[in-house]
């Protein structure tokens, strides 16, 4: 059971990247799927969140807006859109699984972690 991210990069304030999640050993359509991330000596913060079938998002309110998660059930894939990027966007993002197909709360029970990409806005 692996989550593999992918997409992080270098970008200049106001661009935008697109991160992947990838899933392996496991059916990623019978999960609800979150996105974190991680600034330095900054504790783990909750970005969005979608559930099983992609028809129900919620995102923390600094990216509403900017930010879009959406999956592809068939690809094993989720993804989150980012736009008009800001230095304080520069973390580690991270995504997450949870067995439970409609929870999309920064404190659902997240079962699988990804190893992160990072992400680093220059102003």
């Known amino acids: 059971v692996q989550l593999v991210e992918s997409g992080g990069g270098l970008v200049q304030a106001g661009g935008s990247l697109r991160l992947s999640c990838a899933a392996s050993g496991f059916t990623v359509e019978h999960y609800a799927i979150g996105w974190f991330r991680q600034a330095p000596a900054k504790e783990r913060e909750f970005v969005a969140g979608i559930v099983w079938s992609g028809t129900m998002t919620n995102y923390t309110d600094s990216v509403k807006g900017r930010f879009t998660i959406s999956r592809d059930n068939a690809k094993n894939t989720v993804y989150l859109q980012m736009n008009s990027l800001k230095a304080e966007d520069t973390a580690v993002y991270y995504c997450?699984?949870?067995?439970?197909?409609?929870?999309?709360?920064?404190?659902?029970?997240?079962?699988?972690w990804g190893q992160g990409t990072q992400v680093t806005v220059s102003s």
């Open positions: 997450a699984a949870t067995e439970l197909p409609y929870s999309i709360r920064p404190d659902s029970p997240y079962n699988y």
